[in-house]
């Protein structure tokens, strides 16, 4: 049935816009996300746009049954995944750790780094046995370099950091490419959420600067996972030009 790329996170941002990216290859799509209604009308979307087979999977990451209850029961032929874009994530809260939300812990880290290991059992086994594949793990240049009031989102995508490298360890003979990409500033949902819809707080993040947006690093993605099967991305950084670092920021 064609190649198939499976994506997590597809409801905004870097998801959505490497679905489309994937949809224009011709790739055939699992898309999957919390938000039921506009998780169907982006399987809609891609559907008229495009010639392509699309199946949309509402579940959380961070629920393991309803992760491998909605990925087993794929039919046989979906099983059969070229790639996995494990893009599911966020960050929740910006305090120091001594005035940390727990709730905001537990969804960081159930979501960053629980939630794509849940995805990742269940896929890597069919890769596996067909012996090819590519994992793509969204981690972020805060899983490079820790900086002020970022700790748990920090260590969550240290995190997948480290877990991208064991992984492809692991994967390596089987012929399962891993490829690691770091984002710095880009412009989604990222800070709408991070700030619980504090729009001030959330417009400030990206003032003064021209910060990447999801096209960027969709079309990023998609230059990984067409390179030659002799040829694996391992691991890539990429920020704004205004971005040096983490936290260095050339603002106008």
């Known amino acids: 049935m064609g190649k198939i790329a499976c994506i997590t996170g597809a409801t905004s941002g870097i998801g959505y816009y490497s679905a489309i990216e994937f949809a224009k290859l011709g790739y055939n799509l699992i898309i999957t996300g919390r938000r039921k209604e506009r998780l169907e009308n982006i399987e809609k979307e891609l559907k008229e746009n495009y010639n392509i087979k699309v199946l949309s999977l509402n ?15 794929l039919p046989s032929e979906w099983k059969e995944i070229d790639i996995l874009l494990n893009n599911a994530g966020l960050a929740a809260g910006k305090e120091p750790i001594f005035d940390g939300d727990y709730k905001d812990w537990d969804q960081m880290i159930d979501t960053n780094v629980k939630g794509l290991l849940y995805v990742s059992r269940v896929i890597i086994p069919w890769m596996k046995e067909r012996k090819q594949g590519h994992i793509i793990n969204i981690c972020s240049i805060a899983g490079k370099e820790v900086y002020k009031d970022g700790a748990v989102y920090c260590a969550s995508k240290a ?3 480290s877990i991208s490298q064991g992984m492809r360890i692991d994967c390596n003979p089987f012929n399962i490419k891993v490829t690691n ?39 990023t993605i ?9 040829v694996c991305i391992n691991d890539l950084v990429i920020t704004p030009t205004a971005q040096a670092n983490a936290t260095t920021f050339h603002r106008e």
């Not at 990451?61 to 087993?72: A, I, P, Q």
């Open 181 to 219: 990409i770091c984002p710095g500033a880009v412009e989604t949902e990222f800070s709408m959420v991070r700030f619980k819809g504090d729009k001030t707080k959330s417009d400030a993040t990206y003032q003064g600067y021209t910060p990447l947006t999801g096209e960027d690093i969709a079309q």
């Open 159 to 161: 995190a997948v950091n």
């Open 222 to 230: 998609i230059y990984c996972a067409t390179l030659p099967s002799h």
């Open 59 to 73: 579940f959380d990451v961070r629920e393991r049954t309803s992760v491998e209850d909605s990925l087993n029961s």
